[in-house]
């Protein structure tokens, strides 16, 4: 979310590299409405260099003697897919030590938090809510075939705003995981089931359009401490979901608030958010289709957000609509599945 589950300018990797040659480390500047390189594929599965599957090999052994992976056999799925492995790997460069201290510190934190039985038993009304504050999957794929969300700040309204702080802390922290769940659980599968540029290399990845027009500054400033705290949580949990992300029609007061929120992504992430004003249309363009893109981006998709997500044809012949809830989407099966951690509720017998 980071449509994204959080708003998707914080799905993030962990790379820490020179700051020097991030394209956003310029106050927030506006850049010239230009195409966007796609993001680069190197390290993902199906595009590994013989010296990263050694790596890769070595990653799942050290893990299994800590008793943190278990393999496949038979017909039994490893506990953990090889897309989800170089997630974590290609966030600390390959080197095996610290991305498995960063895979066990998820695990650990995933216990903590119940994640799985949080995931299954959430409450599928509550679910459909959340997605209002967050970024919104538009149901469309991008060129390569990620799946594009759309985070429309001014929608938050004051009322909208108001009903999102009705709850506790603890609860908007778990409508956060919900929804990341959401998208690695079901929204990337689903969209890995589907033919596409970057095939076979599964879908694990989002591209993410934030669309600053008519947002205020006291609306940004209201919002801060929600951001960083969905920023942290994807820094550290949900490492290489980022695919590109687009700030459009940045207000001129951007570069403030730029100067808020930069230190919050390493510069790998930076190299990934790409700052224009109300000139997007070339640099949105290389990124996706016109079919893909919502009209008010210039695109021909008749969606707006807070829209449900608007299948494409391909898709539709997998999934002919979106389930309501926290549903799993298995890619071997081509089938929507309740988590099988899911308890139904009770019934009554009158």
Same mark, same amino acid.
């Given at each position: 979310m980071l449509n994204t589950l959080v708003p998707a300018v914080l799905k993030s990797g962990t790379d820490k590299t020179s700051d020097s040659d991030s394209?956003?480390? #310029? /106050? /927030?500047?506006e850049m010239p409405d230009e195409p966007i390189e796609m993001p680069k594929l190197a390290g993902h599965a199906g595009r590994l260099t013989q010296e990263q599957e050694a790596t890769l090999a070595t990653f799942k052994?050290?893990? #299994?003697?800590?008793?943190?992976?278990?393999? /496949?056999? %038979?017909?039994?799925k490893p506990s953990h897919d090889d897309a989800t492995l170089l997630r974590f790997l290609r966030?600390? $460069?390959?080197?095996? @030590?610290?991305?498995q201290k960063q895979f066990a510190d998820r695990i650990v934190w995933q216990k903590q938090h119940d994640v799985d039985n949080l995931f299954a038993n959430f409450p599928t009304d509550e679910f459909e809510d959340s997605r209002r504050y967050y970024p919104?999957?538009?149901? $469309? $794929?991008?060129?390569?075939?990620?799946? @594009?969300?759309?985070y429309q700040l001014s929608a938050l309204t004051s009322e909208l705003q108001g009903e999102m702080n009705?709850?506790?802390?603890?609860r908007k922290y778990q409508r956060i995981v919900v929804l990341y769940e959401f998208m690695l659980r079901f929204v990337c599968p689903l969209c890995s089931s589907i033919p596409r540029q970057m095939a076979p290399t599964p879908v694990s990845a989002v591209t993410t359009i934030i669309d600053l027009s008519d947002t205020s500054l006291r609306q940004m400033w209201n919002l801060r401490s929600h951001l960083q705290e969905a920023s942290?949580?994807?820094?550290?949990?949900?490492?290489?979901?980022? /695919?590109?992300?687009v700030v459009v029609n940045a207000p001129a007061f951007f570069p403030t608030i730029w100067g808020w929120i930069k230190g919050w992504f390493d510069a790998n992430?930076?190299?990934?958010?790409?700052?224009? %004003?109300?000139n997007h249309a070339t640099a949105i363009a290389s990124l996706i289709e016109p079919s893909e893109l919502p009209k008010q981006y210039g695109g021909k998709l008749d969606w707006k957000f807070l829209d449900a997500p608007l299948l494409d044809d391909e898709m539709k012949k997998v999934l002919p609509e979106m389930p309501r809830g926290p549903? @799993?989407?298995? %890619?071997d099966t081509l089938t929507v599945n309740r988590p099988k951690e899911f308890v139904p509720p009770a019934t009554t017998n009158g």
């Open positions: 394209t956003t480390d #310029q /106050g /927030g500047a052994s050290s893990l #299994q003697k800590a008793d943190l992976y278990t393999p /496949g056999s %038979g017909e039994a966030a600390r $460069r390959f080197d095996p @030590v610290k991305a919104r999957w538009t149901g $469309r $794929r991008d060129k390569m075939g990620l799946p @594009v969300y759309v009705a709850v506790s802390a603890e942290e949580l994807a820094n550290a949990n949900y490492p290489e979901t980022l /695919g590109a992300t992430t930076r190299d990934k958010i790409h700052i224009l %004003g109300k549903f @799993v989407f298995d %890619g």
